[in-house]
């Protein structure tokens, strides 16, 4: 069974571009989850899918920060414009039910 | 919304020592406590899990163990190895949430050979 696959797997950009991350969760896995660790900090909740709906984003930080989920299979997370803040890992999550599986994560630095 | 505490940051034993980490949670509604495990360059991967109507659990050389009335969980780590240095995360959640989960800050350990 193929696990959380995430796109790309680094990406480094200047302050003021655009960059979208990728998510594509495991097969049949309706709850897909975008979560961001900032310089050694917690693991903290941006939001939550559920199929193509979005069932909770009170995590995003902010109007920069864009999630879609068409169709209800891959996920992509865009932000517009980049702010040096916004450096961390983005890590995907899906879960069928309880268990959560991990992708490997995006490193996005802004420079 | 729910919040996480987890302690200590960071954790360094000597080899077949054993690691203790300990987590509170706010939300009294949390019903789920998974422990990730994520290595150097890995994925967090769910390494025990524990829901609130049991107090312990065991798995080989790892144990959970959650206190309901005072809202916090633990993970004990027995015999440690060099395998098992790696960054710890706990987390809360609750079902009727869809599992969504909270997570505390993580505990970097490193087993000392």
């Known amino acids: 069974e193929a696990g959380v696959t995430q796109f790309p797997s680094h990406s480094v950009i200047e302050k003021g571009q655009t960059v979208t991350l990728r998510c594509d969760p495991i097969s049949g896995h309706d709850n897909l989850y975008w979560y961001r660790r900032v310089m050694g900090k917690e693991i903290k909740f941006l939001l939550h899918f559920v199929k193509e709906s979005k069932q909770d984003e009170s995590g995003m930080p902010n109007n920069r920060f864009l999630a879609e989920r068409t169709g209800g299979t891959y996920s992509t997370l865009k932000v517009q414009p980049a702010e040096l803040e916004d450096s961390g890992v983005y890590f995907c999550a899906s879960s069928h039910q309880a268990e959560a599986f991990f992708g490997q994560g995006t490193r996005l630095t802004v420079v | 919304g729910e919040n996480v505490e987890q302690h200590p940051s960071t954790l360094s034993v000597q080899e077949g020592d054993s690691a203790v980490i300990k987590c509170t949670y706010s939300?009294?509604?949390?019903?789920?406590f998974p422990w990730y495990k994520q290595e150097l360059g890995k994925r967090p991967q769910l390494i025990i899990d524990i829901r609130s109507n049991v107090g312990e659990k065991k798995d080989q050389r790892i144990a959970v163990t959650l206190n309901k009335t005072a809202k916090h969980f633990s993970l004990h780590i027995t015999e440690t190895q060099p395998e098992d240095s790696a960054v710890y995360f706990c987390?809360?959640?609750?079902?009727?949430?869809?599992?969504?989960?909270?997570f505390g800050a993580g505990t970097t350990v490193t087993v000392r050979a």
């Open positions: 939300d009294s509604a949390s019903n789920y």
């Open positions: 987390a809360a959640s609750i079902r009727s949430n869809d599992y969504k989960l909270s």
